[in-house]
């Protein structure tokens, strides 16, 4: 796939598309679902039922029960009508039951398929779309799918099924009085349709707003320190209260609509009320008291589900429109896993062929026409300035990206014949940004194999890390849970830990992304006593701040703007006096 069709298909998550066609995806998962839908349906139209007879039963008593004083009747009436609101209670309580337990299944499975798309989805995903974007998708937008496939489902089916009655209801009784109906309700219909489209793209309005939302609380959280350092507390709320606002004016307009759309709706009926009075009073008609009452009742009751129908309406297209939204994320491509390999453990030997690549964000290519090759258990490092393509060479050796060009090489392999499950099980990575999870330090070096490593074997781990005594000094030891992120640990205890976690994993590749970069002096000793030993018979590649700790490495890739301009010993490019000699003297000033 091409850059340019990349970012358009990442795009296409803000695309509209028809409420109908959104619902056509939705429908497997509510099709999944079946039996329960149609019991629920099947209740919802005997609740209608139930509303429609009790109108209906005006005629008879106002014609036989009262007019002919039909006594039995009206004996009978009383449990007629008994039977009819306790038809109406239990379906109420069914359909209401039944649905909940439908669309919490249904956004419970759509909030379980995100989740585990986010999981698959490759590394450039994340490079186009924020966090707080994508947290508001799995919680706000999978909210409002409820809202469509429960809230108005049951609006929607039963005042459609009691506006069916009453309809069936009036005509029954007398049609001359209810051919009013003929004139209002295609009016009504497309006032509904009309209302639908600009429904839709408040929603999708609303959709971003609260992306905008979750994503400035994001950074508020994560950056708090930065903000209170820097004095920026103002202007942080600023911008949270410019989206908060914006979030707002969205939800305005759409009950600004909503609640037009009513009294619109009610005024239309109202002609239709005025028409049955005037045919009424036509004495040719010979229109009984009971025929003309339900045909009035049953035309004011239609202003109830008329009115839920286009205040459903808003809920209903908030629902299509996350729908819409979620499906475009899950059709999204996910990480590119061909390969077929599965290799418990390859011998270490690699190499890069002619290598070029360009991220999407980019026009230039973050690596020109690399080639080098590492032997099994040898030490190659990588130097130069902030991006020239260090860590591409990294990320491209774990396959978070794929080359635009070239090819990579383990044991003579090319990298995309291995799965993705067994590449990276091959490699072991350290970085400066030691990501810990909420946990305890234990799973925490076990993570990503928990029970598969004994008690003695993560201990074992740690203590050649160097971090077995300061983990059996804190209060519980290995079962300490370190915060998020690691945040109750030091900097120095977090890269240890992660030095622990490779160490476990006992990975043949080794690559070291400016492992020791953000600590002081006396860290970084501990830390490269450590790393000696994490290095020992694996083939490494060692991303370097401080030049003095890769004197040792077999070979030093010197690079800029994503091409190697020199390449040797340490001693070598020293003699040389060249570039890496004027950094290495530079960076030993510093």
Request: aromatic share 8%.
């Amino acid at each position: 796939m091409t850059k340019q069709s990349k970012l358009v298909h990442i795009n296409d998550i803000d695309k509209d598309s028809s409420t109908w066609k959104t619902f056509l995806k939705l429908w497997p998962l509510i099709a999944e679902h079946k039996f329960i839908l149609f019991l629920s349906v099947v209740l919802l139209i005997a609740s209608a039922f139930a509303d429609t007879s009790l109108i209906g039963l005006l005629r008879p008593l106002l014609d036989r029960g009262f007019s002919m004083n039909d006594q039995e009747f009206l004996l009978m009436a009383p449990f007629y009508i008994f039977g009819l609101v306790l038809l109406r209670g239990v379906a109420n309580y069914g359909y209401s039951i039944f649905l909940s337990l439908i669309s919490g299944k249904i956004v419970m499975k759509i909030r379980q398929r995100l989740f585990g798309h986010f999981v698959d989805a490759p590394v450039s995903f994340y490079d186009q779309n924020s966090t707080g974007r994508l947290l508001s998708r799995i919680t706000y937008d999978t909210d409002q799918v409820a809202s469509s496939s429960s809230d108005a489902l049951i609006t929607i089916v039963r005042e459609s099924a009691f506006i069916c009655g009453l309809f069936y209801t009036m005509f029954s009784n007398s049609w001359q009085l209810s051919l009013s109906l003929i004139i209002i309700t295609p009016i009504v219909i497309g006032l509904i349709t009309l209302i639908s489209v600009k429904f839709r793209k408040l929603a999708k309005n609303m959709q971003n707003s609260m992306g905008g939302i979750t994503m400035s609380v994001e950074q508020m959280l994560k950056g708090h320190r930065e903000i209170i350092i820097f004095g920026a507390q103002e202007e942080e709320s600023k911008n949270f209260d410019k989206v908060s606002n914006k979030f707002r004016r969205d939800s305005m307009r759409l009950v600004s609509i909503s609640a037009l759309s009513t009294p619109v709706v009610q005024v239309i009926i109202s002609f239709a009320i005025a028409f049955v009075l005037l045919t009424a009073s036509n004495p040719d008609l010979n229109i009984t008291p009971g025929e003309f009452t339900v045909v009035f009742s049953s035309l004011v009751a239609l202003m109830q589900p008329i009115k839920s129908l286009t205040s459903v309406n808003a809920g209903f297209q908030r629902g299509m429109a996350a729908c819409q939204t979620l499906f475009a994320l899950l059709e999204q491509p996910i990480e590119n896993d061909k390969g077929h390999l599965n290799i418990a453990k390859v011998k270490g030997d690699i190499i890069f062929d002619n290598v070029s690549f360009g991220y999407e964000t980019r026009s230039d290519l973050a690596l020109q026409n690399i080639s080098f090759s590492v032997s099994a258990g040898k030490t190659i490092a990588l130097v130069g300035q902030s991006g020239s393509g260090k860590t591409t060479i990294a990320s491209l050796l774990t396959r978070f990206y794929d080359t635009s060009h070239g090819e990579i090489l383990i044991d003579g392999i090319n990298i995309q014949d291995f799965t993705l499950y067994c590449l990276r099980n091959q490699i072991g990575l350290v970085s400066q940004h030691v990501h810990l999870f909420n946990d305890t330090i234990a799973n925490n070096i076990a993570y990503g194999k928990i029970g598969e490593y004994s008690q003695g074997q993560i201990e074992e781990a740690a203590k050649k890390a160097y971090a077995y005594d300061f983990i059996k000094g804190l209060e519980k030891g290995f079962d300490t849970i370190v915060g998020e992120s690691g945040v109750l640990l030091s900097g120095g205890q977090r890269q240890r830990i992660a030095i622990a976690r490779a160490l476990l994993r006992d990975t043949p590749i080794l690559i070291l992304d400016e492992a020791t970069s953000a600590l002081d002096t006396e860290s970084e000793r501990a830390i490269q006593k450590a790393l000696e030993e994490l290095q020992r018979g694996r083939t490494s590649i060692v991303i370097a701040h401080r030049l003095s700790t890769i004197e040792n490495a077999d070979e030093i890739l010197v690079m800029n703007e994503g091409k190697i301009i020199e390449k040797g010993s340490h001693s070598d490019l020293l003699n040389k006096n060249s570039i890496y000699a004027k950094l290495y003297k530079s960076n030993f000033n510093e």
